[in-house]
């Protein structure tokens, strides 16, 4: 009889033995048999991997970054374990993020619809320019079940930052998936000022896009906005808040932006009775790091108001 | 003293002390199930055969509760994964001539047929203690496991591993 060979082991024991190792040194194990090694990743990778929080950026035309945050070190298998794709596997010291991190870079969108297959992502961040293949997103938060979705804009050559939304039904694709709540920030394409020079604030239309997001039952938007919203917003808020009113829309719209010109204060509206109330409230930060914030929320029948309506 | 015989896969007995087989869940339980402790029956006289135990591994099987004779038997199905137990050091002293060696996994592997959960414990113990901070190819050599692996196929699981250092 040959002689026996730690490989040989039952599996009940070497799962004894190997619950007894720190995670580091179960995984040097993967490196010391074929049998060893798939034995490891399936006792060590979770039946799910779950994931905190996913971004995702475009940084070539073909090539995006995802930055995973992971609920635990072992979901990372479900990640690393693609070095066909030229997966990149950061350290997790090398970020502040506070759990474990993993860099990835693939050839596609689609690369991550089969590599996050299985996964549920709530809170996805997307940096979004010129060159996204957005239509392509849509699918995939409907694939992670994602509920709140950030989008990034980041593109410096078209002024409007939106015009990539605006076409394909974009937001109505995006309302058929679990999305609930969707943030545009906008917020380092104008940071620096070169860069905003000759800038109409008028070509970003963000009221333009509210209304379209909202006109698709996306009804929880947050907007951070660098530079340019004052303007749209002592010439916009009032038809805005006409269109919305009429189509009794349930919002909370949070807008942070720097709001130089517009007052601190509170405001209810009102077309009429049988028309829902909104209030718009104005917070200015004494702290110039921190951005003002503009909210316009949907007044529920039993809210007290102490400001009476203005009519729209 | 009572003694009861236990006969090995390659026939040879060793009559133990009753005491000491209490350590053993599976030599219990057939003691009870064949009236073995009924000392009017004939039943009495027989031996127990471990057809899956040779008669080497039962020998040190016998040493070690010879050894922890009087020590608190576990109970239940769970196994202890505690990755703190440390090996008394009788116990390593008692494992380390054989360890890197089959005869540490057969007794092991005994330790789980015979449900003598402290050995069981103590032994696989002593396997993980000599994984820790080694190296596959550290522990292909000390445990004598052949390379399998491509160089390519290596530095794959290397950087796969890359992001828990």
Known sequence: ?312 | MVLITLVSSDEQNFPVERELLKQSGTIETLIVNMNLDDEDTDAAAMPIPLPNVKGDVLEKVIQWMEHHKGDPVKEGDNEDNNAEIVVPQWDDDFFKPAMYGSKHLELTVAASYLDIKNLLTLSCKAISNTFKGKTGPQIREEWGVPNEFTPEEEEAIRKENEWSE
């Open chain 1, 1 to 312: 009889m040959p002689a026996m060979l730690v490989t040989d082991l039952p599996p009940e024991l070497l799962r004894i033995v190997i619950k007894k190792l720190p995670l580091a040194d179960q995984l040097n194990l993967r490196s010391a048999s074929r049998g060893l090694n798939a034995f490891v990743v399936s006792e060590i990778k979770p039946a799910t991997c779950q994931l905190v929080h996913l971004s995702v950026e475009q940084v070539q035309s073909d090539t995006v970054v995802v930055v995973a945050v992971l609920q635990n070190r072992e979901s990372a298998l479900h990640l690393a374990a693609l070095d066909e794709l030229h997966a990149d596997v950061e350290k997790p010291w090398k970020e502040s993020l506070e759990d474990h991190p993993v860099h990835l870079t693939a050839e596609s969108l689609s690369w991550f619809k089969t590599l996050l297959a299985g996964c549920t992502i709530d809170r996805a961040t997307i940096v979004v320019d010129h060159r996204t293949q957005i239509e392509e997103i849509p699918s995939l938060l409907a694939q992670l079940q994602t509920r709140s979705v950030e989008f990034v804009l980041r593109d410096v050559v078209q002024r409007d930052m939106f015009r990539l939304f605006r076409h394909s039904h974009f937001f109505a694709r995006l309302a058929a998936t679990a999305v609930k709540e969707i943030t545009f920030v906008a917020d380092d394409t104008y940071f620096d000022r070169k860069l905003a020079n000759g800038y109409a604030p008028g070509d970003c239309a963000y009221f333009e896009v509210l209304e379209q997001v909202l006109s698709n039952g996306i009804t929880h938007i947050r907007l951070r906005v660098a530079l340019g919203l004052e303007s749209e917003i002592e010439e916009s808020l009032l038809p805005f808040l006409r269109t919305i009113s009429l189509a009794a829309y349930d919002v909370d719209i949070l807008i942070k932006a720097s709001l130089f010109s517009i007052k601190e204060g509170e405001k209810v509206y009102r077309i009429g009775n049988e028309y829902p109330r909104y209030r718009v409230t104005v917070y200015k930060f004494q702290q110039r790091h921190y951005s003002d914030e503009f909210r316009i929320q949907t007044l529920k029948e039993d809210e007290e108001a102490d400001l009476a309506p203005i009519a729209l």
